[in-house]
């Protein structure tokens, strides 16, 4: 049994807009735009965490396929389908010399196909493996495997299969990198002892173990190793305790890692539980060190803090880039909303936007529209139609923005 090493949380501790830097693709301004598409949903607060999971190393065997040698293939099959049980009725029955059948039978055991008689050694049993090959006509050879499981922490339940993808960043526990940002995620901690023999058998045994990144074919898994890992993540708190999840596993949001924080009402405690500094000094303050002190700070029915700016703010040679109005910077886990009231500077910045989303390697027009009206809704314009964005695109004089839209055609 082992815990994961507890930790400190940073105090204080501002995200830029656009995420925590290396280790989460997955920025919180993203996570916010998509959560404010929910209109449902009232957020409060976000909170990028080190999620904790234990990363384990597991042995097991698996059944290789290989071409039968042809002396094999017939002892084998004499023994199952024949039933003929020692070497001398083999010898016979096949006309071979006894030689050259005791050396294929010691190969037989040797492989586990064949097993003799408790009682009699001189006797020949078919093993279960050896009945499959028979059966299925190759070869099949028991060798052995590692594989790496991912269990989480709190829980022990296994991470499905998606977060097996090399997109998804998982961070051993102490790794160090110089200049990160790893402290502008807080530590989650569990108590709980992992136990985890049981937790390799529970994953072994299920019908489903495919998806959790335990192929079929592997038998027998018992652990060998294990360490301390964390996921990054964000934790949207909403009204009502409800907890929304993002991470680099999922398109938008995280359902998986959401199930988990309803299994461990401690996340969800911890989270509601922690005071703040008063969101309005915190943008009043944020504000004017940015040069911003002409914004209009006001808090919506919705909850969103939002400081409304000149429209000559926005633009490609103001203060602010346009992929900042409507977006959100996250600082000491609340959020503000940069804004615009001029509908047309709005709605540049959503065509602006379309460019940089066409960009995103592989991406289909699909998605890519899907995309572009998730921004134009949060930015309240209509949504720009396709030969809009490209004459868009041509007047911009970007040649490669113009040939990214046009490959999406």
């Known amino acids: 049994m082992s815990r994961p090493p507890a930790g ?15 280790w989460l693709l997955f920025p919180a301004f993203r996570a916010l735009e998509l959560t404010m598409a929910m209109p449902e949903i009232r957020p409060l607060r976000i909170f990028s965490v080190r999620w904790p999971l234990w990363q384990v190393e597991v042995q097991a065997t698996f059944e290789d396929s290989q071409p039968f040698d042809v002396v094999d293939h017939y002892l084998l099959r004499g023994v199952v389908e ?12 096949f006309g071979l010399s006894g030689s050259l059948v005791a050396r294929g039978i010691e190969h037989l055991l040797h492989i586990g196909h064949l097993q003799r008689d408790g009682r009699d ?11 499959a090959s028979v059966r ?5 050879v028991l060798k052995e495997s590692r594989q790496l499981l991912l269990f989480d922490a709190f829980t022990h339940r296994p991470f499905p299969r998606a977060y097996y993808d090399g997109s998804v960043r998982i ?31 529970a994953v072994g ?18 652990p060998v190793s294990n360490a301390p890992a964390w996921l990054p993540a964000h934790l949207v708190l909403a009204d009502g305790a409800t907890v929304l999840a993002f991470t680099q596993a999922a398109q938008d949001r995280d359902r998986f890692l959401e199930e988990l924080c309803r299994h461990a009402p401690q996340v969800v405690h911890t989270l509601v539980g922690e005071r703040g500094a008063e969101p309005r000094q915190i943008w009043v303050e944020w504000l004017r060190a940015q040069g911003l002190g002409q914004a209009v700070l006001t808090n919506l029915p919705n909850g969103v803090w939002r400081a409304t700016l000149p429209s000559q703010t926005f633009g490609p040679a103001a203060r602010q880039p346009y992929y900042r109005l409507g977006s959100f910077q996250v600082k000491d886990t609340y959020f503000l909303q940069l804004w615009c009231d001029d509908e047309q500077t709005r709605a540049t910045a959503v065509r602006s936007r379309a460019l940089a ?11 890519f529209e899907d995309s572009v009206a998730t921004v134009a809704n949060l930015l309240e314009v209509l949504v720009p139609t396709f030969d809009e ?21």
């Open 121 to 131: 050694a001189g006797v020949l049993w078919p093993t279960e493996l050896g009945g």
């Open 82 to 93: 024949g039933r003929l049980q020692t070497q001398d009725e083999l010898a016979r029955f």
């Open 8 to 22: 400190a949380a940073p105090a204080g501790s501002a995200a830029p807009a656009g995420g925590a830097g290396d």
């Open 136 to 140: 299925d006509g190759v070869r099949y």
């Open 357 to 367: 989303i066409s960009r995103r390697y592989g991406l289909g027009r699909a998605e």
């Open 171 to 201: 961070v051993p526990d102490g790794e160090g990198n110089p200049g990160d940002r790893r402290d502008r995620f807080r530590p989650l901690t569990s108590p709980r002892p992992f136990e985890f023999d049981d937790a390799v058998r």
């Open 205 to 222: 045994s299920r019908p489903d173990r495919d998806r959790f990144n335990v192929p079929r074919r592997l038998r027998n898994l018992h």
């Open 389 to 409: 964005l490209l004459e868009y695109a041509a007047e911009s004089g970007t040649p490669a923005q113009l040939r990214a839209l046009e490959a999406l055609r």
